[in-house]
């Protein structure tokens, strides 16, 4: 499957992107220059080579990346997150599109969900893209672990949409990623219980002098 | 340390019941009427002693076992727990006071949080028991498996409460347990984002088909 990490320079879709070649997939790196997506696919191509992969990643500017997939992740910071979808509107017309986005605030050393009136940041995306297919995943995988190829990982990644299919399709993609699980946590309109894990594990990793917490299901 | 489980005649009461008493505490079940207690409390010595344990678990009513206690969990059904915290205000005064609540709905097979306007079941709860020490915990501990003893469980236990003493007594008493582990999860203002974790946890057993899901923070 093809698919475009958008943002996918940055620490998030770092991991993502090197996973998901590792795994098999034709993964496009997306970025709002091409030249810098091109940059980061090249880097990321060397990393998995010293590995041992031959996989090639590409890298386009977000637009070109989009058009071209078959799913899309919008790995974006969140605060360029609704305006970016907004642009890429057309370019991402009938296509998956994954969520992992979690709207936080910060209070002192807290960190809080505040969600959008919509009820969730995937509910938002799918009011901004209502000709994709929204499914939201990946809030609970932790940046800088993830990209970490040294780290074993265990996860269960919960994963939330209202098209059944595209669901499916994200688990399945999910489940090909080594030491990942996915796991249908139901509709969109339950994003927000998946959405508010994010500042729940921050928050525990905080005060438990720890980092990187993901979840397990048990 | 002597610990009142009101409502203990329930099922995650009995869970804790005698999982507190395994672990070595003076376990008082409450309940609204004092015979069903004592009922209870000798069912539950009798099921201690089969195991080798020689702890006798009291039964009082509510009000008689939180004068008694040190701590008091409010292991109530969540349809009576404000207006029955509301009645023992006085007897949990100076207290500690651990509320595992969380308000949900059902819609259709999907179960969703539904916090009260204070912000969440915990924090109306304090706002209830103004001069009791109000902690927040044991959302995620699924309540038929926490009181099958054969089950093995190794469950982290978030912890919210913004009075750190009552807080870290309160995680000891988990972190007594046998496979628990308590981990602070932050002032009782963040309690909305452990107490939305069951619906989740719901959620995904059901749509996973499995049952008794609880969580690990890895």
Redesign the interface.
């Known amino acids: 499957m093809r698919i475009a990490v958008l943002g996918g320079t940055g620490h998030i879709g770092m991991g993502i992107s090197l996973r998901l070649a590792m795994a098999g997939h034709d993964v496009v790196v997306g970025s709002r220059l091409a030249e810098k997506a091109q940059q980061k696919a090249e880097e990321y191509t060397c990393i998995l080579k010293e590995r041992g992969f031959s996989s090639k990643v590409k890298g386009k500017d977000n637009s070109e990346a989009s058009k071209i997939a078959d799913l899309a992740i919008l790995a974006i910071p969140f605060s360029h997150a609704y305006v970016t979808a907004e642009s890429l509107k057309e370019d991402l017309a009938g296509k998956i599109v994954v969520s992992p986005l979690v709207p936080m605030e910060k209070k002192g050393k ?1 960190f ?2 505040c969600p959008p009136p919509e009820g969730s940041a995937a509910e938002k995306i799918a009011s901004i893209l209502q000709n994709s297919r929204v499914v939201s995943a990946f809030q609970t995988a932790p940046a800088e672990k993830f990209a970490n190829l040294d780290a074993r990982i ?2 269960d990644i ?1 994963v939330c949409g209202s098209d059944e299919e595209a669901k499916n399709t994200v688990i399945d993609v999910i489940n090909s990623i080594d030491g990942l699980r996915g ?5 969109l ?2 994003s ?3 959405e ?2 994010t ?3 921050i ?2 990793a905080i ?2 002098k720890t980092k990187d ?6």
């Open positions: 807290l809080l969900y265990k996860w919960p796991l249908d946590a139901g509709p309109a339950v927000r219980l998946v508010s894990l500042p729940l594990l928050n525990l005060r438990n917490l993901s979840i397990r299901f048990v």
